[in-house]
């Protein structure tokens, strides 16, 4: 840019640099919103490499386990009787009993019926019929493509299994990197489960013990060393009890301390701890059996000061720790908090954590990620934040201008862009390698 285009644009009213009036600020925030394209920083899907792995379509959208288990409110079917149906069987009674007898006003209905909006499919059928061809017919690489530039982001982190046995041969037979989805070495059947699986590292060579004696802290950072070569994931993982206590004497503490900190530091990546489950409180409902409870983030203080060399994502899953993650963070720049999880991913908790965050850490953090299990949940689920954050975002650059300070397009797109990128690309050492703009 010329200094002299430079300086018209500063001075131009609708410029970049142009200071905005009270009336512009939530509009310039959509607009700015809407042309970013986010990186999706934690995910459950998967690269076109890993085959059937990646889920998408109208039947993985409505038996989505938010809405399984939400079936159970409204439908008399047991548990026992809906996991014996085919995948369609369970679609049709999903629909049904959410979004036919019921209107779909939850939030995880809800999404559903933006995501057939965003195809223009009808969004009150009696039944599946219709959506089904449409998917059906879609080509997947142009759907990806298609459903990424819907949701506006530009890339999407995966969640990569080394001990998944549909999973880890992909990788060992070479599955072909894809710059759209990157990849993250998840460790929870390490550090959550290691009794079921010391065996699998044990029957491939590494010298591991079930009570973690002798060589077996060496052998797993091996193991992650070996796994962090053959994946280059962006930063390791692992969701954590509303229990979890550092340093702790159990097999997790030993290997978080003495296999899993020493691999990030070698490789140079943070360490993702989601913290907060309680595991199973209902198992009959499986996957959607998992509750929440508060958690005692003495842990994380303990990590953070206690390892300076690695860094730490965090997200926690109780509402009742966001504020103290706040406080924690402010104190460690090794702590980058991101995303309102699972539960948490609703407007009106999101809409709380998020001007709790910008009013104690600035920009400084990581504002949410879709946790999409289904590729085309990332359609919904980015609209809702792009909702339900700008007013927020205009609502604090107003508080901003009255105070002496009216910002620009040009501040704007700078504090977006470092949200919803730059933070994760900073703290992760990304490289930028996909268009930041629509
Ligand atoms: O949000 C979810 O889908 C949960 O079931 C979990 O997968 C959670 O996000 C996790 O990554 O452990
Ligand atoms: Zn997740």
């Not at 200071?19 to 809407?34: G, H, I, M, N, S």
């Not at 085959?51 to 993985?60: A, M, N, P, Q, R």
């Not at 559903?112 to 499919?121: P, Q």
Request: charged share 25%.
């Amino acid at each position: 840019m010329t200094t002299d285009t430079a300086a018209s644009e500063r001075s131009g009213s609708d410029g970049l640099f142009a200071r905005l009036d009270t009336p512009q600020l939530l509009k310039v925030v959509e607009e700015e919103l809407a042309t970013t394209r986010f990186i999706d920083v934690h995910t459950h899907l998967f690269m076109p490499s890993l085959g059937k792995l990646g889920l998408w379509g109208i039947d993985e959208l409505v038996t989505y386990h938010y809405l399984e288990a939400e079936l159970f409110r409204s439908s008399r079917i047991t548990p026992e009787q809906y996991w014996s149906l085919s995948k369609l069987e369970k679609a049709d009674t999903i629909w049904k009993a959410l979004f036919v007898e019921n209107a779909p006003v939850s939030e995880a209905t809800r999404g559903v019926i933006a995501v057939l909006r965003a195809f223009g499919l009808p969004t009150d059928s009696h039944d599946l019929t219709e959506a089904r061809a449409f998917f059906a017919a879609q080509e997947p690489l142009a759907h990806i493509r298609r459903v990424f530039a819907l949701a506006g982001v530009s890339e999407v982190v995966m969640t990569n299994d080394p001990l998944d046995p549909d999973e880890a041969p992909l990788w060992e037979y070479g599955a072909e990197p894809d710059s759209q989805f990157r990849p993250v070495l998840r460790l929870d059947r390490i550090l959550n489960k290691w009794a079921d699986h010391w065996q699998i590292l044990n029957s491939q060579g590494y010298g591991v013990y079930a009570d973690g004696r002798g060589t077996t802290a060496l052998e797993v950072r091996r193991f992650l060393g070996e796994w962090c070569a053959r994946m280059k994931p962006l930063y390791m993982a692992c969701s954590l009890p509303d229990s979890f206590a550092f340093p702790n004497d159990d097999i997790r503490g030993r290997l978080l301390a003495e296999a899993v900190l020493p691999a990030a530091r070698d490789f140079s990546i943070p360490l993702s701890l989601m913290i907060g489950v309680r595991y199973q409180v209902n198992p009959a409902l499986r996957l959607a059996g998992d509750g929440v409870g508060k958690a005692d983030l003495r842990a994380l203080e303990r990590l953070c000061v206690g390892y300076p060399e690695n860094r730490f994502l965090v997200s926690v899953l109780s509402r009742e720790n966001q504020h103290e993650l706040c406080v924690y963070t402010r104190k460690f720049s090794n702590l980058m908090p991101f995303g309102c999880w699972w539960f948490l991913n609703n407007p009106s908790i999101v809409e709380e954590i998020t001007r709790e965050r910008l009013e104690m850490l600035g920009t400084s953090f990581i504002p949410q990620h879709s946790d999409a299990r289904v590729l085309e949940q990332v359609i919904y689920k980015w609209r809702n934040t792009r909702r339900t954050l700008a007013p927020i975002l205009a609502h604090s650059y107003q508080l901003l201008a009255d105070d002496g300070r009216p910002v620009s397009r040009a501040d704007i797109r700078r504090d977006i862009t470092r949200l919803f990128r730059g933070n994760f690309e900073s703290f992760c050492g990304a490289s930028r390698v996909n268009a930041t703009r629509v």
